[in-house]
């Protein structure tokens, strides 16, 4: 009996073990770890400071008696670092890239003096030496630069070993619907389907690591890649964009194929237009203390619908005395309206303890045709809504260079829902005819709204090299 018990005991406490590592390296920061030397020997009791205009205040700590020191909860960004000690000379490093979940290694030597101050200017190494997973990060500023869609999921493309499917990205031959999409530590993926889950405009993304393989064990549920995104904090400088794209049908080419459609097809579209535009808006409400971020973007989008091949007739029913009648090169448009937002509030509450509360959505509405037009307007038009809202509210706490506290508790929202009087309505299928012709209703309803909620806490000790 007490063998059971022990056994018992040792499992609960390896689920602990493992679940509290896996919390420890948190998917929304990075961090900073070295050692420093005189004469190839560790030099204890070094004040070592980090800064960034990413991060408010300044973070201190103090070398070890093997010369360690470690900064955890960093936000991602550009750092220097400033190491200083009675007798030594003053070692500054510039140009420290921490990326989102990236561990930078820095060796830094010292030697005694009084009167002199090395500056380091060249870049820190970017290869995070404490991590076996493969993959790649992205800043906003890269992303505004590539020719690829306005969504951060976009950048995937540009990580080795990707594809895509019909269902989104694959990594090393996964399907797009085996991956796990993040939002400021939020779990956004499509609730249904398992594909991306949230359209956030890459205007509001700080930075994306995308994750192809080796990944840790708090990546579970999933067996193909991981996309996890950083929304902008705000800062202690004012800072923010006005943006708008428009692609009218007068600059686009004429859809010279029509004719060349199979004659079992009744319906092409073309795009007749596209509007991109918003704004966003970043800084502070008290400096280097309570930060925020705001951002909108409308996305318009209209497609055309277009009868060919051979005039739609639907015969008179009961349901529709006066019958139907559609002529060749009818048009009748479908529009997609999407209302992106997203925004932070990041409050430094003491030197080492972080409040921050992210919301974002994507709700959007498409009216007209649902299904092409092969039948009548109660088998075809309605209005489908999906996209939803989110939040999450995170805390971290370093309470010692060894000891750090993290909770975080979140919801994520979906709409999936179709409304129209064809809902209420059975559809009929013509078969004897090319191309097919339907009446009646669309068949089916859709009614579902999709929710998960999070909540999960860590605590991480770190033992000389080693992370508890």
Do not use: C
């Amino acid at each position: 009996m007490m063998g059971k018990k022990f056994k018992v005991a040792l499992l609960l406490a390896l689920s602990v073990f493992l679940v509290t590592a896996a919390f420890a390296q948190t998917a929304e920061t990075g961090a900073i770890t070295g050692r420093i030397m005189q004469a190839g020997a560790p030099l204890p009791g070094v004040t070592v400071e980090v800064r960034s205009p990413n991060m408010q205040g300044v973070r201190t700590e103090v070398t070890d008696a093997q010369g360690n020191f470690r900064f955890s909860q960093l936000p991602p960004g550009d750092y220097s670092m400033t190491a200083t000690l009675s007798g030594f000379n003053t070692v500054k490093q510039q140009n420290i890239r921490v990326g989102l979940n990236r561990t930078v290694t820095l060796d830094v030597a010292m030697s005694p003096t009084v009167s002199e101050t090395i500056t380091v200017t060249s870049a820190a190494p970017v290869i995070d030496v404490t991590s076996s997973a493969t993959g790649t990060n992205v800043t906003s500023q890269t992303m505004a630069t590539l020719p690829i869609a306005r969504n951060f999921t976009s950048i995937v493309q540009v990580a080795p070993g990707t594809n895509a499917d019909a269902t989104g990205p694959t990594f090393y031959g996964s399907t797009g619907a085996e991956n796990q999409y993040i939002i400021d530590g939020l779990n956004t993926t499509e609730v249904r389907n398992g594909r991306e889950g949230k359209t956030l405009n890459f205007d509001f993304v700080q930075e994306v690591e995308v994750k192809t393989g080796g990944l840790p064990a708090e990546y579970g549920r999933m067996t193909g890649g991981v996309v996890n995104a950083i929304t902008k904090s705000g800062g202690n400088q004012f800072s923010g964009d006005l943006f708008g794209f428009d692609s009218p049908r007068s600059l686009r080419a004429d859809n010279a194929t029509v004719t060349e459609r199979p004659h079992t097809a009744g319906t092409t579209t073309d795009t007749k237009y596209q509007a991109d535009y918003g704004l966003d808006l970043g800084g502070y409400i008290m400096k280097d203390r309570l930060w925020f971020f705001g951002a909108y973007n409308r996305q318009d989008r209209a497609t055309t619908n277009i009868r060919i091949n051979s005039p739609l007739v639907v015969q008179a029913t009961p349901e529709l005395p006066g019958g139907y009648n559609l002529p060749v090169g009818a048009t009748i448009d479908t529009k997609v309206k999407s209302n992106l937002f997203a925004g932070k509030l990041t409050l430094r509450a003491t030197e080492n303890q972080n409040l921050t509360l992210s919301i974002f959505g994507d709700p959007t509405k498409t009216t007209g045709p649902l299904f092409g037009i092969n039948g009548p307007p109660t088998t075809t038009n309605g209005e489908r809504k999906t996209g939803g809202s989110d939040y999450i509210a995170r805390y971290s706490g370093i309470f010692t260079s060894t000891f750090i506290v993290n909770a975080e508790a979140g919801h994520h929202h979906e709409d999936a829902t179709i409304a129209g009087t064809g809902t209420t309505l059975p559809g009929f299928i013509d078969q004897t005819v090319s191309p097919n012709v339907t009446s009646g209703g669309f068949g089916f309803f859709d009614n579902n709204k999709y929710d998960r909620d999070i909540a999960k806490a860590g605590l991480t000790k770190f033992l000389a090299n080693h992370e508890i």
